[in-house]
């Protein structure tokens, strides 16, 4: 079974500062790996992912993410926070890319002060 | 533009009403779409997978008789909440996989039980 724990519930920084939102994973198969941002009552958008291609995976809004086999960990990061990057992030996890569901972490609640 | 159409956005009900939430693919044909629900706070909890012309796949604790999901075309999933009580309000967000394997999601649609 996959599952994945997000560390951190909350997470604030100041606008034009390092993000940092942790994701690790647990697998038996190699993983494939998302970043979603979840808007307040919105559905979610994927901001990237991770299918055993490169392993820095470049998304959307300026956010990266890197795979570490190692460290079985998928953090996602941005260089400068944005106030508009304020939202709720979920990292998730599947065995495959076709037909079979994520499992989501528990999600970090990223706030970005002036 | 949007992928997924979710309907109704908000809705709020008696107890003991039945209430039906759609999720419509908007660009391409849909073989298996997702159910998630989400408390307040809380990640995405997957429900069922709806797969087309079939009955659907309920996860362990999703009582069938209590979401009845129907996926009776190639674009449209429904899920109704029978019998709604307050300890069912939640956000109900549907999830549709193209053939490239990516998932898209609808905005959700939150139920408020009274």
């Known amino acids: 079974a996959q599952s994945v724990t997000q560390l951190g519930s909350h997470v604030s920084v100041s606008e034009g500062a390092l993000v940092l939102l942790r994701c690790n994973y647990s697998?038996?198969?190699?993983?494939?790996l998302f970043w979603y941002v979840q808007y307040p009552n919105q559905g979610l958008q994927l901001l990237l992912k991770?299918?055993?291609?490169?392993?820095l995976v470049k998304g959307i809004n300026g956010f990266e993410a890197e795979f570490k086999k190692s460290e079985t960990s998928f953090h996602l990061t941005k260089p400068s926070a944005h106030m508009s990057d304020a939202a709720e992030y979920f990292c998730?996890?599947?065995?495959?890319?076709?037909?079979?569901?994520?499992?989501f972490g528990k999600g970090t609640r990223l706030s970005v002060i002036a | 533009g949007a992928v997924v159409s979710q309907h109704p956005s908000w809705v709020i009900c008696k107890s003991g009403t039945s209430v039906k939430i759609e999720c419509r693919s908007l660009?391409?044909?849909?073989?298996?779409m997702f159910w998630y629900r989400q408390f307040p706070k809380q990640s995405l909890m997957l429900m069922a997978t709806?797969?087309?012309?079939?009955?659907?796949?309920?996860e362990q604790g999703v009582e069938k008789d209590k979401f009845l999901i129907n996926h009776a075309s190639l674009t449209l999933s429904t899920l109704t909440v029978t019998s709604a009580h307050p300890e069912d309000s939640s956000f109900y967000i549907c999830?549709?996989?193209?053939?490239?394997?990516?998932?898209?999601f609808g905005e959700g649609s939150r139920l408020t039980v009274l």
């Open positions: 660009d391409f044909q849909a073989t298996t």
């Open positions: 991770y299918t055993s291609a490169a392993t």
């Open positions: 999830s549709v996989q193209a053939d490239t394997g990516e998932l898209f």
């Open positions: 998730a996890v599947s065995v495959n890319s076709g037909n079979t569901p994520l499992v």
């Open positions: 709806s797969n087309e012309g079939s009955k659907a796949t309920y």
């Open positions: 697998s038996s198969v190699p993983p494939y």
